[in-house]
């Protein structure tokens, strides 16, 4: 390889996107009694929830059907968790963290822990 190539490469890895912002996430879901997602009421049952990186709209499906899109925000976790998480309080989703990542989606309106 010459120098200017691997000059190139190294130069475009450093504007490289971060892993979490190259796709999309999903993380299912299942409530034994309504809860809510953002604004939303969700009915007993299983649902899936779905959100493109740095966008602040989620999209929750039951049944392969969309249901509802919901205003969400990204932090930043302070270390990666294995596996995907979804935090609930009171009957409200409040956190969803992705396995693997380090950014985790919240919703407005909820006091986070």
């Known amino acids: 390889m010459s120098n200017r190539l691997i000059a190139v490469l190294a130069l475009a890895s450093l504007f490289a996107l971060p892993a979490w912002a190259a796709g999309n996430e999903s993380a299912r879901l299942f409530v034994t009694q309504p809860s809510r ?3 939303v009421v ?15 709209q989620v999209t929750v499906y039951r049944h392969g059907r969309r249901i509802a899109t919901v205003t969400a925000a990204w932090k930043r976790l302070p270390r990666r968790p294995q596996r ?21 989606l919240t919703f407005p309106g909820v006091k986070q822990g």
Request: charged share 20%; hydrophobic share 35%; aromatic share 6%.
């Open 37 to 39: 997602i953002g604004t």
């Open 42 to 56: 969700l009915k007993p049952g299983s649902y899936r929830i779905k959100a493109r990186s740095r966008q602040s």
């Open 84 to 104: 995907t998480e979804i935090l609930l309080s009171h009957n409200r989703v409040q956190q969803v963290r992705f396995g693997g990542q380090l950014m985790a």
